[in-house]
Nanobody, 118 residues
Framework: QVLLVESGGGLVQAGDSLRLSCAASGRTFSGYVMGWFRQAPGKEREFAAAINWSVGNTYYADSVKGRFTISRDKAKNTVYLQLNSLKSEDTAVYYC???????????WGQGTQVTVSS
């Protein structure tokens, strides 16, 4: 069973940066795509970024492209999301998720809150 634990959220000002971490355990992650999603108050959860664990290909939503960077450390079994130039509209709970070989993202973390004050 895949276990995902996020950390690194907090309260920051517009223009600041944060790095979110997602510690993954429970199996080896070859064949997985690891993703970050976010859910703002009163809105549906939306995709932010994803990375192919094995080869490192990355994917981004247009709303975060150029500001957020997803990466992974295979030795630490950890996925990161670097958030730069934060805006108030980036305020959300950020979730880490895992997808095995193209299936839906079926494993989710508990989320970490990011609040950006303007």
């Amino acid at each position: 069973q895949v276990l995902l634990v996020e950390s690194g959220g907090g309260l920051v000002q517009a223009g600041d940066s944060l790095r979110l971490s997602c510690a993954a355990s429970g199996r080896t992650f070859s064949g997985y795509v690891m993703g970050w999603f976010r859910q703002a108050p009163g809105k549906e959860r939306e995709f932010a970024a994803a990375i192919n664990w094995s080869v490192g290909n990355t994917y981004y939503a247009d709303s975060v492209k150029g500001r957020f960077t997803i990466s992974r450390d295979k030795a630490k079994n950890t996925v990161y999301l670097q958030l730069n130039s934060l805006k108030s509209e980036d305020t959300a709970v950020y979730y880490c998720a895992a997808s095995f070989r193209g299936a839906d993202f079926g494993s989710w973390g508990q989320g970490t809150q990011v609040t950006v004050s303007s």
